[in-house]
């Protein structure tokens, strides 16, 4: 881990804030994550998880503060140019495109052309179907038929096309928010196992769960809001559950 310190970090924010008319939803925000890391970012509802990997993906744009990757200040305007500069997001309700396939999904927007009677360019089908095939199966992802559409897939199936995206892209970022919430618990054991995956690969992850067991299984630093700010963070082996929770609920419930 000292290693790694040293490194730059894959996503570094600096006083990262948003607005919603009154409400400061996240409010002067700090936070980095380094290569090979896992960071579950965790806190009550409406604490302004959500908004913050948004404004790290392109969805919103901050109202202050920075956004650097890999040293490099950044400011996206969309999440599509945010993925282009390899920032995956998985949202609680899916980036992909529900009537495309796998394959067609782990190549949107990115798909390869081919000649074809010499001038007219066309999608490279075959080149894609044999490298989702493969990235798939480099991460033990078993999608039998890759034609189906991704709405008649089990939720796991879709996350697991998702991180395979992730993957083949080399993505420099993996941003998860409630990735196990709509998932069956062989599911979400597939997913987590994913998570340590990705790492292996050296991708490095932020994971929003309000499951405090899943952060516990992958994560290797926590980071915990309350009301728009950040309140603590540690690294996992040096907290517990009860005090995750006191922090994500504040002093409330030792004060009465
Ligand atoms: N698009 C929006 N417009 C207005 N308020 C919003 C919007 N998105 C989130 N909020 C508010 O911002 C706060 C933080 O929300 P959110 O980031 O979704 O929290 P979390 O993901 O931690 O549950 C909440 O009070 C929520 O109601
Ligand atoms: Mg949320």
Redesign the pocket.
């Known amino acids: 881990m000292d290693e790694q310190r040293r490194e730059h970090p894959a996503l570094q924010v600096v006083g990262l804030t948003?607005r919603?008319?009154g409400?400061t939803?996240?409010d002067n925000v700090d936070m980095e994550v380094y290569p090979g890391e896992v960071v579950g970012l965790i806190?009550?509802?409406?604490?302004?998880?959500?908004?913050?990997?948004?404004m790290i993906s392109g969805v919103?744009r901050p109202d202050g503060g920075k956004i650097f990757l890999e040293g490099q200040e950044t400011t996206f305007v969309s999440p599509l140019e945010a993925r282009r500069l390899g920032v995956e997001t998985i949202y609680q309700d899916l980036a992909l495109c529900e009537n495309l396939d796998a394959t067609a999904n782990i190549f949107l927007g990115r798909e390869p052309m081919r000649r074809s009677l010499g001038l007219l360019k066309a999608v490279d089908r075959k080149h894609m179907l044999a490298e989702s095939r493969s990235v798939l199966d480099r991460l033990d992802i078993h999608i039998p038929d890759l034609s189906r559409p991704i709405r008649e897939m089990s939720g796991g199936q879709r996350q697991a096309v998702a991180i395979a995206r992730a993957v083949y892209w080399n993505a420099r970022l993996m941003i998860m928010?409630?990735p196990t919430a709509a998932l069956g618990v062989p599911e979400q054991r597939k997913v987590l196992h994913l998570v340590h995956t990705l790492r292996e690969q050296n991708v490095p992850v932020i994971i929003?769960s309000h499951n405090l067991q899943d952060v516990f299984a992958v994560a290797d630093r926590v980071v915990v809001?309350r009301r728009?700010k950040k309140v603590a963070e540690r690294p996992i082996q040096e907290t517990t559950m009860d005090e995750l929770v006191s922090l994500m609920v504040g002093g409330s419930l030792l004060e009465e």
């Not at 806190?43 to 948004?54: E, F, P, Q, W, Y």
């Open positions: 948003k919603f008319g409400l939803a996240v806190g009550d509802n409406g604490a302004g998880k959500s908004t913050l990997i948004k919103y928010d409630e929003i809001m728009g």
